[in-house]
């Protein structure tokens, strides 16, 4: 168990529909990370927050949005969804520092 | 831009033999490279990383992985492998230590028989 936390675990929606996924770091990291993983185009870096702000960007959709929250929890909106955003959607945190990144079990989403 | 590039999708071998995953890295500036572990419906856990403190890096579970230059490699490998390092492997670089935006290969699906 990494500390990390990701809900739903599994989610299936229909195409044009909107979720959002739940991620809570581990106790005391500032950072977090979100990912997505699919067959097509394997672990994707998509975004990075620290204690709130954004810091990194990765290859984000428009139609996907995230933010981090006073506690610390983040959450990421994927919006007008469409069959290819089908994938598993990884938090990850990191103290302060960033030495290691921890890694959640991740959010399946399908799109149907 | 960085990048790295996994050789193999998939790798089997035998218990007890070696495990060798092959990692090639791109990249314009000193790399950072690690090596992650995905086992089945689970999220990924770091093996081991490179950041420019020594070559030969060890990791967790008895892998080691070594940097080398002049072969723009960091191949993964242990000495013998056990059923329970079925699993998925990524290779990934990151342009700062801290290995935030990382960069992950293909990977590599390694299958173990006894």
């Known amino acids: 168990d990494s500390g990390v936390t990701q809900t739903p675990k599994h989610l299936i929606t229909a195409t044009g529909q909107r979720v959002t996924l739940r991620c809570s770091p581990r106790s005391g990291d500032l950072s977090v990370y979100w990912y997505q993983q699919s067959l097509d185009q394997g672990l994707q870096f998509l975004i990075q927050?620290?204690?709130?702000?954004?810091?990194a960007k990765g290859n984000i959709l428009e139609r996907f949005s995230a933010q981090q929250f006073p506690d610390l929890h983040s959450e990421l909106n994927l919006s007008s969804l469409e069959l290819g955003d089908s994938a598993l959607y990884f938090c990850?945190?990191?103290?302060?520092?960033?030495?290691?990144?921890?890694f959640g079990e991740g959010s399946w989403l399908t799109v149907v | 831009a960085q990048s790295v590039t996994q050789l193999g999708s998939h790798v089997s071998v035998s218990e007890g033999a070696l495990v060798l995953l092959r990692c090639n890295y791109s990249?314009?500036?000193?790399?950072?490279l690690f090596w992650y572990v995905q086992y089945p419906n689970q999220g990924l856990q770091l093996l081991l990383k490179?950041?420019?403190?020594?070559?030969l890096v060890k990791g967790i579970n008895g892998f080691e992985a070594e940097f080398k230059k002049s072969e723009t490699s960091f191949h993964l490998t242990k000495p013998s492998a056990h059923m329970s390092d079925a699993a998925e492997y990524f290779c990934a670089v990151s342009e700062n230590q801290a290995g935030t935006a990382l960069i992950f290969g293909k990977g590599t699906t390694l299958s173990v028989s006894s």
């Open positions: 990850a945190s990191s103290t302060s520092s960033g030495n290691t990144i921890y």
């Open positions: 990249s314009s500036v000193p790399p950072y």
């Open positions: 490179y950041t420019s403190a020594a070559t």
């Open positions: 927050y620290y204690n709130g702000e954004e810091r």
